[in-house]
Structure formats: structure tokens, C-alpha cells
């Protein structure tokens, strides 16, 4: 693999105040790259590396078109987009209130296509572009309790690989990450969403701890990263990746099993009491 760059050097990096993010900020502009490091909340002055890579916060919510034209004003000639924003929701399936389950949506999906409308035509000016989107081993299975969750990933999974086939000819090339359990703040942050009267309470109270706490054994946000700054090198990047080997064996295994015997492990592993 070239150690070159087949893509301009100025990367737009959302959710990057914290977790995979700021992970990914950090390691464009360690590689040379200009980084504008988007988020809600922007803390950081402008940081300066060796190499000529920067990192400048910019404001923005993805979750609002408006405030994403807004802060494109700030944002120069474009060669990548690094889409790590999101927001994580626990509930049942049937009883999670209905603006949450649009909440979820709204920041993991919509904001994924509001920040590509207002750049795509920038990227396509390039002789080529990057768009790599964070997605999670939940968009390629389900997980109980986080059944919004998954559902924004899998919406995300389907958008990318469309995205992907029909930006191509403009020289965009578009891959996904699949993140498994991650060690970041996102745990901490995720919102408990299920009516306390809910006869789904107790389950999904005991999936949800089970979830923290893999996610808060698992490697740190770095891991992710590395695969991100891998694509940066690649003209053409693969469709999706899964990060780490046993999440990629967990995915050949979702893809081979039947979708029922899959289903039966999901359940054990989160579910392990329930009758089913």
C-alpha cells in the first residue's frame, strides 16, 4: 500500500469533541492533514502539528441542516469526510417514546445526510473525494434494547453502499467502519429511555449493564481509528469494514449462519434468563 495521500488534505471530522471522533481528528492531522473537527460543543483552540497537519474546531450540529450550512461558511476546499457523530438510545422495541426513536435517527442518519448534502458538491469538484461513515456491528445485527440504535446503523449501511455506487463516477469513493464494543465516553452518554411500568423494564435494564459493560472493557477509541486513517491511503477503500479480528469473524458468521441460529446467540449473550 502507497503511503500516499490520493485524496486533498482537509478532512471534515464530525463528532469530534469527543470519543472516535477526536481519536480520528488527531490522527489526520498527526498524518498532515488539515482537520476541521466538528461538533456541537467545540472546547480546543487551533492545534498545529509537524508536517503542516492541523486541527480547527468548528461548531456544528449535524442533526440541523441549518447549522451545517452555517458552518461550511468556515470550511475551505474539501477531500474527505469523516462521519463519527452519533447518539445512542435504550429501549424496547414497542415502548421507547416516539421523539426519542426520531432523536436517534435524526443526529446517526439524517445528520450523516445533511453534512453530505451541503459538501458532495465540493467533493465532487475533486479529481477524487473520501466519505468514510461510521456505522457498528448493531447496523448488521440487532441488538435488544437497542433496537433504534441498530435500526439507524442498518439505515446508514444501506444509504452508504447507494451512496457509494452512485458517487463513484464523480471520483467519491464511500466506505463504512463497524465499530464493535468501544471504550469511549458514548456509554456514559447513551440516554435509558424505557417507561419504569414497562413489563420490558427489568430485561432491558440488565441488557443495557450488559452492554456498558463490554463496551467499557473493550479496546479504546484509537482502535477505530487506525482503520480510518488505513483508508486515507486507499483509492479504493473496502465497502465496510468491522474493527478488530473478532468482530470480523463475527460478522463472516452473521453472513454464513441462519438469520434464526444468529438471532438464538444475540439472545443468550443479552438475554440469557428470558424463555424464548
Known sequence: MSRKIPYLKSALVTGASSGIGKSVALMLAQA??????ASRHPQQDIQSF?????????????????????????????GIIVHCAGIGISGSAEVTPDQRARAQMDTNYFGVLNVNRVFMERLRQNKASLIQITSSVAGIVPIPYQSHYSSSKYALEAYAQALRMEARPFGVRVALVEPGDTK???TKARSYD?????VYYDAC?????????????GKGPETVAKVI????????????????ASYKAL??????????LVLLLVSKIYLPAQKR
Open 32 to 37: 498532515g492533514l488539515k482537520v476541521y473537527a
Open 184 to 186: 469511549t465516553g458514548f
Open 229 to 244: 486513517l488505513k483508508n486515507i491511503y486507499r483509492s479504493n477503500p473496502p465497502v465496510r469494514q468491522a474493527v478488530g
Open 194 to 198: 424505557e417507561d419504569p411500568e414497562s
Open 251 to 260: 460478522s463472516f458468521l452473521i453472513k454464513v449462519l441462519p438469520a434464526r
Open 205 to 217: 435494564m440488565k441488557a443495557v449493564e450488559k452492554m456498558a459493560s463490554d463496551e467499557q472493557n
Open 50 to 78: 509537524p508536517g503542516g497537519g492541523s486541527i480547527i474546531p468548528i461548531t456544528m450540529d449535524v442533526a440541523s441542516e441549518a447549522s451545517v450550512k452555517e458552518a461550511s461558511k468556515a470550511i475551505g476546499e474539501l
